[in-house]
């Protein structure tokens, strides 16, 4: 626009130009007077001032233009500026808000551990081919030297599973009591326990003997989800049937010869190992502390200025 402005002045310009010179040429031609002849030259004076002012406000106007544009879109730029931040806000906002539940690994308990882990904790050996249960048949690989293998790649999906209840269950405030009462393991129960600022029960603790026949401890400090390590054992499926009584789900590690019919998740995995339990209660561990740490930057987050 501006281009055709200027070229539109240049062409009046010429034209100018060419009505002066056939009026000099005019005048050489015919005498002219002395008031005419000094009345010329402020004529064409007077032309070119008027045609320097429309060149001008042509320019002011154009450069007002262009300011003003420049203007709103620096406007717009601020605007979609301040829009994306409190949009990104609100979505970070909103993903702590969220219910985890709705996502498939909000807590990416996924990464906690690899196959590889689990290879190296002997999760995968299980019992003698003679002491099976016939409901863990889907669980099994194969079998080495008349041992039952166990499927690792099943183990990682139940361990996925069951990491993601117990973090989502710690994440709503839930309470979590974990439970062995084979001796020489509770050492490695109590350990993961603590870590995790969450109660234990064996045999060797301060809080009661688990062989109490009435479970009345139990029934006292109920709490909201039970892992058991030691699932093949009388006084474990005693406690797992008390569980499904008072509705308390339950995590419990599933070897080759445990009858799974009681516990509500089930691991698949070798379960009389100390190298594996403790793997086990890491993991579990980990899984509560992450889920804690969410909730308190949740609190952070939403906790008025």
Known sequence: ?????????????????????????????????????????????MKFVKLGDNLESDKSSEQRNI??????????????????????????LQSLKERPIAREDFFNVKSLFTLRDLFDSRVHLGHHIGSWHSDNE?????????MHIIDIASTEQHLWRALNVLSLLVYSGGSVLFVNNRPGYGQIVQEGASSCTERHWTDTTELGIYEQPDLTWFDRNKPDLVICSSVNNPLSQKLLLHCNKYLVPSIGILDSDVDPTNLTYVIPGNDDSSQSLLFYHKVFAKAIQRAKVVKEALQLETAPM
């Open 138 to 146: 889907k669980y099994l690989y194969g079998i080495r030297n008349n």
């Open 1 to 45: 626009m501006l281009l055709r402005r200027c070229l539109r002045s240049v062409n009046s310009t010429r034209c100018l130009l060419t009505r002066y010179l056939s009026t000099d040429s005019s005048n050489e031609n015919t005498p002219s007077t002395p008031d005419k002849q000094d009345l010329a030259p402020q004529e064409k004076e």
């Open 67 to 92: 300011d003003q544009n420049h203007n709103e879109m620096l406007e717009n730029l601020n605007s979609l500026h301040s829009l994306v931040v409190s949009h990104h806000t609100a979505l970070k």
